[in-house]
């Protein structure tokens, strides 16, 4: 049973940083995508952050230069460092994994198994 583990979300203050942690079990993860994904109220869930396994990696503009993606094979997880948070990078955000694949995506429906989500949420 494949299963992603969120960790790391919380209240802090604008200009301040978080990791956020996912913490994926049940099959081996080093050859497929990783995502981060956020979604606010009423909001569309956006892809902020993705890395392959060879290192590619994707920012959407809205966090480039803040935000950083990486992973760790070994212990199938994958971490998304956020600094410089801004009010507006309160969400829900989720990890998910795109199996088997090399292809980095944005649309949340390529994406096979998501975490539950963690809460950020940045006051001013």
């Known amino acids: 049973q494949v299963q992603l583990v969120e960790s790391g979300g919380g209240l802090v203050q604008a200009g301040d940083s978080l990791r956020l942690s996912c913490a994926a079990s049940?099959?081996?993860?080093?050859?497929?995508?990783w995502g981060w994904f956020r979604q606010a109220p009423g909001k569309e869930r956006d892809c902020v952050a993705a890395?392959?396994?060879?290192?590619?990696?994707y920012y959407s503009d809205s966090v480039k230069g803040r935000f950083t993606i990486s992973r760790d094979n070994a212990k199938n997880t994958v971490y998304l460092q956020m600094s410089s948070l801004k009010p507006a990078d309160t969400a829900v955000y989720f990890c998910?994994?795109?199996?088997?694949?090399?292809?980095?995506?944005?649309?949340?429906?390529?994406?096979?198994?998501w975490g539950q989500g963690t809460q950020v949420t940045v006051s001013s």
């Open positions: 998910a994994t795109r199996l088997n694949t090399a292809l980095i995506s944005t649309a949340p429906g390529s994406y096979n198994y």
């Open positions: 890395i392959n396994w060879s290192g590619n990696i």
């Open positions: 049940g099959r081996p993860f080093s050859r497929d995508v």
